[in-house]
Nanobody
Framework: QLQLVESGGGLVQPGGSLRLSCTTS????????VGWFRQTPGKAREGIAC????????TYADFVKGRFTISRDSAKNTVYLQLNSLKPEDTTLYLC?????????????WGQGTQVTVSS
């Protein structure tokens, strides 16, 4: 069973940074893609970034514009999302998910999310 647990969210001032962690179990990061998403109540879930399993290729949504970086540490079974230059509009719930490829229309396994609040 694929399991994912997010952590690292919190309150940060505009312009600040956070590093989110997605700790996984039940699968190898070399066999599954892991994506980061964000979900605001009343809005569609938004894809942020994805890292593929086999070769670690990364892809990003256009709105990221170099502010966010996805990476992984296979030894720790963890995928990270570095958030820089945070804005109030980045305030929302951040979730990670896993599936066989970054290009699947719907990821099958999800964590519970970690809340990020950007406010002065």
């Amino acid at each position: 069973q694929l399991q994912l647990v997010e952590s690292g969210g919190g309150l940060v001032q505009p312009g600040g940074s956070l590093r989110l962690s997605c700790t996984t179990s039940g699968f190898s990061l070399e066999d599954y893609a892991v994506g980061w998403f964000r979900q605001t109540p009343g809005k569609a879930r938004e894809g942020i970034a994805c890292i593929s399993g086999k070769d670690g290729t990364t892809t990003y949504a256009d709105f990221v514009k170099g502010r966010f970086t996805i990476s992984r540490d296979s030894a720790k079974n963890t995928v990270y999302l570095q958030l820089n230059s945070l804005k109030p509009e980045d305030t929302t719930l951040y979730l990670c998910a896993a599936d066989t490829s970054c290009t699947v229309p719907f990821f099958s396994s999800w964590g519970q999310g970690t809340q990020v609040t950007v406010s002065s």
